[in-house]
């Protein structure tokens, strides 16, 4: 998919807010929200999506749900995803309607995963650049991913970053040392809210 215009990035935060909202406000029936005809096309398109949720004043994760492969369209993606991931999110109590007005919205829009070919996992040091990529580790059934803003809010050089998404996969942190592991690595756009129902931004990330 094409790189997203800051209009675009706006009118998708937007829609994703809107589908929370309207979950709260029609618990007990289908929630329906028509995206404005300039996401139509965008929406079609299937792309891997997170949705993020903050609070506002102390910036705490309040959720993060949402799809790395692209299996589905952008908008059932972004619906599925933002109902989750202030609803069924299992490190957190689920959102509730009074807190909307203090949380930020953020999306990550995601390329395909990209198996990271390496001969040596020492290669991968060279192959991984925190500030543009995100990581899948996987072993067998565990499977853990690090969206590409996370390493540099936590200023994680890259071992760091590859050991906490083996920890985000509940394996051992050197196990990316370990050939049987595989690593793969994305990119993605992200949009926040700066407030709650403010302006939207890009993030934009360097080492």
Known sequence: MKMLSIEQGKSLVNFAREIIESHFNEAKTKVKVKPSANLRDILSKKCGVFVTLHEFSTNQLRGCIGYPEPVMPLIDAISD????????????????????????????????????????????????????????????????L?????????KWNVPEFLSQTCVKARLPQGSWLDKSVKVYKFTGQVFTEVKPYGEVIEKKFSD
């Open 81 to 144: 995803s933002a109902i989750s991931a202030a609803t069924k999110d299992p490190r957190f109590p689920c959102v509730k309607k009074d807190e909307l007005k203090n949380l930020i919205v953020e999306l990550s829009v995601l390329t395909k995963p990209e198996l990271i070919k390496v001969s040596d996992p020492s290669e991968y040091l060279k192959k991984i650049k925190v500030g543009r990529d995100g990581l899948i580790v996987e072993k067998g059934c565990y499977r853990g």
């Open 146 to 154: 690090l969206l590409p803003q996370v390493p540099v809010e936590w």
